[in-house]
């Protein structure tokens, strides 16, 4: 599992590797995510020797932390992380889109101990597209498009005319209020985020 960082836009590069072992097959990173409220802050993703893994860095990828804690019992081997959403307003809410569910780790009680739990997606989960305007969080999964305004506290179904939902992939376009989602089908599909009505 290796992150490259690059501070003069791609013309070189700088190599931040976690532990493990980089030659398997079965090590990998899959998601990147950096705090919109404080840009030191990266949360990265995926594999190691086929064990799903969650990394913070507090310093711009220099030094990282595993934060996969108790995610690590809910999720066996041979499962991964493939997205990381991180809240613009609270750099320890995050959400993990993997390939058993979306999860949530949050802070609590005085200590802020910080703990992962499921949410109600539980189909793999590709992707996630953020709405600030609006403060909706939309994920692509295996069984459609899902939408939260409270970060994966609930989800609402936007799946009303999607013609495949194998969602792989999503993305925003905040100006036109156009939702774009990239599917196992090989299609691209467009919803109008302003008009549709999610369903329970």
């Known amino acids: 599992m290796v992150v490259c960082k690059s501070t003069n836009a791609g013309i070189s590069w700088e190599t931040r590797s976690f532990p493990g072992n980089q030659a398997n097959y079965s090590t990998c990173c899959e998601a990147i995510d950096v705090a919109p409220g404080n840009t030191s802050i990266v949360y990265a993703g995926g594999q190691i020797d086929g064990y799903p893994k969650i990394f913070r860095s507090a310093n711009t990828g220099t030094t990282w932390t595993d934060v996969t804690d108790n995610l690590a019992t809910m999720l066996p081997r041979y499962h991964a992380v493939y997205a990381i959403w991180v ?8 959400l993990a889109g993997t390939s058993g569910g979306v999860f949530r780790w949050a802070s609590y009680g005085r200590g802020q101990n910080s703990t992962w739990s499921p949410t109600a997606i539980t189909y793999p989960t590709q992707d996630f597209a953020y709405d600030l305007a609006r403060g909706i969080l939309y994920a692509a999964t295996y069984r459609g498009v899902f939408a939260t305004d409270d970060a994966g506290g609930s989800w609402k179904e936007l799946n009303d ?17 156009l939702l774009f989602i990239g599917t196992n089908g090989g299609s691209v599909w467009r919803l109008d985020v302003n008009a549709a009505e999610p369903t329970n």
């Open 87 to 94: 809240s613009p307003y609270d750099p320890g809410l995050v």
């Open 161 to 177: 005319g999607l013609g495949c939902r194998d969602s792989l992939r999503i993305d925003l376009d905040s100006d036109n209020g």
